[in-house]
């Protein structure tokens, strides 16, 4: 039996989307991104205008994708009218950075539910000249690609790193005895140190009121280390801390999102922001305090006692997500390959601009 895909609005039928949405997402195997912990918040704060794709397998919904229109100008001509996969399309709403991004879909059937989605639009709307696709898997993207006869054009691209608890756990192996000779020393350096101070723990808030409050503690120290213009750290964006305010609020209490603060005595060293999804871990952001002595490595013990923790309380994978941050390197595996991907129609203003962008790659390599 062949897929068919039925479009709809997104301002007629709200409570039908999460009604689909959970149905669905209980047959699939998404990641946080596309949960609907992450999916209905984002509807929630942005109220973002949707192209709703549904697609199904007869009378069985197995496949669901929410799309933004929006106009992009580049060049200082180049006008391109875009459909983005659950993102806005405004740059303020779109920095809370969706990584492994994608259709929701059930459980094998990935691959088929993106090719029907994409050939539906590419064969009845006319009104658009790129799909946008931010953090999907690169695997995922070729396929994509292939099936669709669109032009891909890669915006970015960044590895993935992990730490597979489960198989840790299974092992019965200390976590500081997979990681190198030189980190384990860094870590461990840094702990005697830092014991110096009083005692080092890991603590968490008691009530939402004290997550909230624990995320505004991070600011300071992320705006340090990320800078408070466009496109550097979130805090300096308010459509970013209004989301995650109100994921907080929405989820902090059922454990979708974690707060851990590394203290030493009274003296807090760091703060990690995780969220919780299906017992994996994501990494999301820390406030890391700032250290003179380069011997000091805060951030770096705080994820390694993280990992620990949360071996202990049985999680099964912590992810650290897209990124090649050297501490990223030192503590986990890469997993997997993210890229932001646009699929572009066959139009004379791309051509001109690929032809401007190979010119200028070959300048660069000269």
């Given at each position: ?246 994921y907080l609020r929405e989820h902090w209490e059922a454990g979708g ?110």
């Open positions: 039996m062949g897929l068919s895909v039925h479009c709809g609005t997104a301002g007629t039928e709200p409570g039908l989307i999460r009604e689909d949405w959970l149905s669905l997402e209980e047959r699939a195997q998404p990641s946080v991104f596309l949960s609907w912990q992450w999916i209905g918040t984002w509807l929630a704060v942005y109220k973002p205008m949707l192209i709703v794709l549904r697609v199904r397998e007869g009378e069985r919904l197995v496949g669901l994708g929410l799309f933004t229109e929006s106009s992009q100008r580049r060049h200082g001509l180049l006008v391109s009218q875009r459909l983005r996969l659950h993102q806005t399309g405004n740059a303020s709403e779109d920095q809370i950075w969706i990584e492994y991004n994608g259709f929701l879909a059930e459980k094998s059937m990935e691959a088929e539910v993106s090719k029907a989605a994409i050939d539906y639009l590419n064969q009845t709307r006319s009104d658009w000249d790129e799909i946008v696709l931010s953090g999907v898997d690169s695997v995922y993207a070729r396929e994509l690609t292939k099936a669709s006869a669109l032009v891909p054009h890669i915006i970015w691209e960044a590895p993935c790193f992990g730490v597979d608890l489960h198989s840790l756990r299974s092992s019965g192996v200390d976590f500081l005895d997979t990681v190198s000779g030189n980190t384990r020393h860094q870590v461990r350096r840094s702990l005697g140190r830092y014991e110096a101070l009083g005692p080092l723990v890991l603590e968490r808030p008691k009530t939402v009121e004290e997550a909230e409050a624990r995320f505004d503690s991070i600011a300071p120290l992320h705006l340090l280390r990320w800078g408070s213009g466009p496109g550097q750290s979130g805090f300096a964006n308010p459509d970013f801390v209004r989301f995650h305010k109100a999102a974690d707060l851990v603060s590394l203290k030493a005595g009274d003296q807090v060293l760091a703060t990690f922001y995780n969220l919780i999804f299906k017992n994996r871990v994501y990494f999301y952001l820390a406030g890391v305090k700032p250290e003179k002595d380069n011997k000091l490595k805060p951030g770096l013990l705080g994820h390694s006692l993280c990992i620990k923790d949360y071996m202990e309380r049985g999680a099964d994978f912590y992810d650290f997500m897209g990124g090649d941050d050297r501490y990223k390197l030192q503590l986990a595996e890469p997993h997997q390959q993210l890229v932001q991907l646009e699929l572009q129609r066959e139009r004379w203003r791309f051509r001109v601009e690929r032809a401007v962008r190979t010119i200028k790659n070959g300048w660069c390599r000269t």
